[in-house]
């Protein structure tokens, strides 16, 4: 059992938690991910390491699902069954010059880590985050001290730039004040702001997120095509190079589950009123 | 061995083979002829005195068989499951030239469950010697490996990426074949001799290389776990499962009882299976229970099959529709299965292990289309390359296995390893048997550092 040691809102729907979990940050890196089951009769979800503290990773996720839901309803000093990592490759952390790291929605969650590993690896870093609305910006805070310099975009306007990363992105690309650049975000998202970067020098990284189960290599969910090649994102990966990935098919896969996903969470809910405890 | 009735097992992931009742498997083992050089023992790869628990049985006296069985093998209740008795110890028992051999695994099976409904007697282990040894992966091989070792007195640490142990016992074999409450209890009982065990930490990444160099030996065992894929059209539609992954969903993560477990799994009306392996037998089986039909295709001929007999025959009775000399060229549709296309296959002259070659027929007729709504690839695993490819200096063969000799040394002096990810996929008991003789070699070298 894994201890919950601190959990917060800290945007709409949106919640960190901090987990101790030793044999996660004893070498857990920017770029890796934990693999979480909340009990017995859990599944195993992948989520992308966003800080380490001492002994407890921070993980950071939107209540949108079944798992998602019932770990939201998780109190501080309350425990989940199993945390396995880190796994995964970590990200490719050198002095690379002039860096941005772009994070979209709940992405943005990735890029603490990843922000003070560049720096720290002698690289200047930009951090742009976007979101719909100002209500669904999270750790900005945060990346301002991470960053260099950071920059907020909300679809609506409601806060700092009105409209997307990738138009920051393109003005960068366009500058070329720009060598390697980290996208993190839902898949459309990485796929449409990494055009900014096509046909240029800009090393362009996305950090992919396909249905896992083992999350260890050993059962092939996770594959993409990058390239032309099938890879395990969660060996492999999950970081490639954007401009080699197969979006659509990602996409694809990332949908086999839609159905069983609401039934799920139907489930979860009819079973919430029964037994009285969770509300 | 008796089975259940198809129409009654495919309801459910219980036992098939019953087992054998007290009665049967006293009259068994008295056909035993207690030969004086028993062949039987040479055709076991942890080499238990066959003959000697046999006789104990006979004798009525089960405590002293299930004695003499632990003396070779902590996992019991397991091997008389799923070994393939035929080809080992039953092959080689000398009734069976004449008649049919003494059903060793049967008896091996019923001594197991004897012991485990009527009180485990815990073996006994040396005084402790102070020694630490790092156990990688909790499968057939790293159990066997630490039974061993804890035995011997050393310290032994195991450590398990998944969070549960038993490898492929736990995620691979289906509960019809291979009871997980028998897995566990199993385990447990070499957990009980004084291992501790660490779920959900990926030696290499949670136990950094130095961490686990500094033990005074270690083990790997991480298994066959990569699996292959055919890399053929289609491939990576949703619906296309490798035998890893369908297994691992309803094994471990009890799909079966999806939306009560959070785990889902694409049930399929019509299921198509590649592969002609115990593997391809046990997710064919499978996926009858989640109530598809099931077509099994495999490129060679019927009796080509390298599934076990009795595997086969289960799958048959069970419904499975066996589509041999046939091998699948495209998966159709996109983004979901709609259909895979194979080609006929005809048996040419025989390769160098004897086995007919197979080619694909050319012409009209030479190809067809099976309706299906989800595939399965069972066409093999590799080593896990997850480890092997971190520890500096560890010798790997062409395929990636971790490089050993006979008695399972690795290029690093105190590193040795077993199971499938030194010998390349294979089966439970030759795992374990592998994993003996590097615990043994451990063994060794610990004493021998002593008396240095």
């Not at chain 2, 001594?111 to 009180?119: F, K, P």
């Not at chain 2, 391809?280 to 598809?292: N, P, Q």
């Not at chain 2, 795992?431 to 550092?449: C, E, F, H, P, V």
Request: glycine residues 10%; contains cysteine; charged residues 25%.
């Amino acid at each position: 059992m894994y201890r919950i040691i601190k959990r917060n809102q800290i945007a709409d729907n949106i919640y960190e938690f901090w987990i101790n979990a030793p044999h996660v940050t004893k070498t857990g890196r920017a770029g890796q991910f934990v693999v979480i089951r909340i009990d017995e009769h859990g599944e195993r979800i992948p989520l992308t390491i966003s800080a380490t503290k001492g002994e407890d990773v921070r993980i950071v996720f939107m209540a949108v699902g079944k798992t998602t839901q019932q770990l939201a309803a998780l109190e501080e000093g309350e425990s989940i069954r199993d945390i396995a990592g880190p796994l995964g490759t970590p990200s490719e952390v050198k002095k690379w010059g002039r860096c941005a790291v772009i994070g979209g929605g709940v992405g943005i969650a990735c890029l603490p880590i990843l922000a003070r590993e560049l720096k720290a690896a002698g690289n200047e870093v930009t951090g742009i985050i976007g979101a719909r609305n100002e209500g669904l910006l999270l750790l900005e805070d945060e990346l301002r001290e991470a960053c260099d310099e950071l920059v907020i975009c909300t679809d609506d306007g409601s806060k700092g730039h009105h409209g997307y990363p990738a138009d920051i992105l393109k003005e960068m690309v366009a500058d070329k004040a720009l060598d390697a650049v980290w996208i993190i975000g839902p898949a459309i998202m990485m796929k449409i702001t990494s055009f900014a970067t096509l046909d240029t020098d800009v090393r362009t990284f996305v950090s992919l997120n396909p249905i896992m189960v083992d999350g260890t290599g050993m059962c092939g969910s996770c594959r993409v095509t990058i390239g032309g090649e099938t890879k395990f994102a969660c060996v492999d990966g999950p970081e490639f190079d954007a401009h080699q990935v197969d979006w659509d098919e990602l996409m694809n896969r990332q949908r086999t589950y839609t159905g069983q996903e609401k039934e799920s969470l139907e489930h979860y809910h009819e079973h919430k009123c029964e037994c009285g405890e969770h509300q | 061995m008796n089975r259940r009735l198809p129409e009654e097992r495919l309801q459910d992931f219980k036992e098939v083979a019953t087992g054998l009742p007290e009665q049967t498997a006293v009259l068994e083992a008295l056909r035993c002829m207690g030969c004086p050089r028993p062949l039987c023992v040479d055709g076991c790869p942890v080499s238990i005195d066959i003959p000697g628990f046999i006789n104990a049985i006979a004798d009525e006296d089960f405590r002293t068989a299930a004695r003499i069985i632990k003396q070779d093998n902590m996992l019991p209740a397991i091997c008389g499951r799923v070994c393939p008795q035929e080809a080992q110890c039953q092959g080689t028992c000398i009734l069976g030239k004449k008649d049919k051999p003494v059903r060793i695994g049967a008896l091996e099976r019923f001594v197991a469950d004897w012991e485990r409904e009527n009180g485990v007697e815990p073996p006994q282990t040396a005084p402790a010697t102070g020694k630490r040894v790092a156990v990688v992966g909790s499968g057939p091989a790293g159990i066997t490996a630490a039974s061993e070792c804890l035995r011997a007195g050393h310290q032994v640490t195991i450590f398990e990426s998944l969070h549960e142990a038993g490898g492929v016992l736990t995620y691979g074999i289906p509960a019809f074949r291979m009871p997980k409450d028998i897995v566990r209890f199993e385990i447990e009982q070499v957990l009980a001799l004084g291992a501790e065990l660490h779920l959900n930490h990926i030696v290499g990444r949670s136990v950094p290389v130095d961490e686990l160099l500094a033990y005074d030996a270690v083990f790997i065992g991480t298994g066959a776990g990569l699996p292959y894929f055919m890399s053929i059209e289609g491939e990576n539609f949703s619906g296309v499962y490798s035998a890893n992954e369908f297994l691992t969903r309803v094994n471990l993560m009890h799909a079966d009882r999806f939306p009560e477990f959070d785990t889902p799994v694409i049930r399929g009306s019509r299921v198509a299976v590649i592969g002609g392996g115990n593997v391809a037998m046990d997710s064919a089986r499978v996926a009858r229970r989640l109530g598809a039909q099931v077509y099994l295709i495999y490129r060679r001929r019927e009796e080509d099959l390298p599934a076990r007999q009795e595997e086969v025959e289960n799958a048959i009775q069970e419904g499975v529709e066996f589509v041999c000399c046939a091998n699948p060229t495209r998966i159709l549709g996109g983004p979901e299965v709609q259909g895979i296309e194979c080609t006929r296959m005809d048996m040419c002259e025989c390769d160098e292990s004897g086995r007919p070659v197979p080619r694909p027929c050319t012409g009209e007729g030479s190809t067809f289309t099976l309706d299906v709504d989800v595939v399965i690839e069972a066409i093999g695993q590799g080593p896990n390359p997850l480890l092997a490819g971190l520890i500096p200096g560890l010798k790997r063969g062409r395929r990636g296995n971790i490089e050993v000799d006979e008695d399972g040394r690795t290029s690093i002096p105190h590193v040795f390893a077993g199971g499938d990810i030194a010998t390349g996929a294979a089966t439970v008991i030759w795992a374990m048997g592998s994993a003996k003789k590097a615990a043994a070699a451990i063994n060794q070298m610990l004493a021998d550092t002593d008396s240095e």
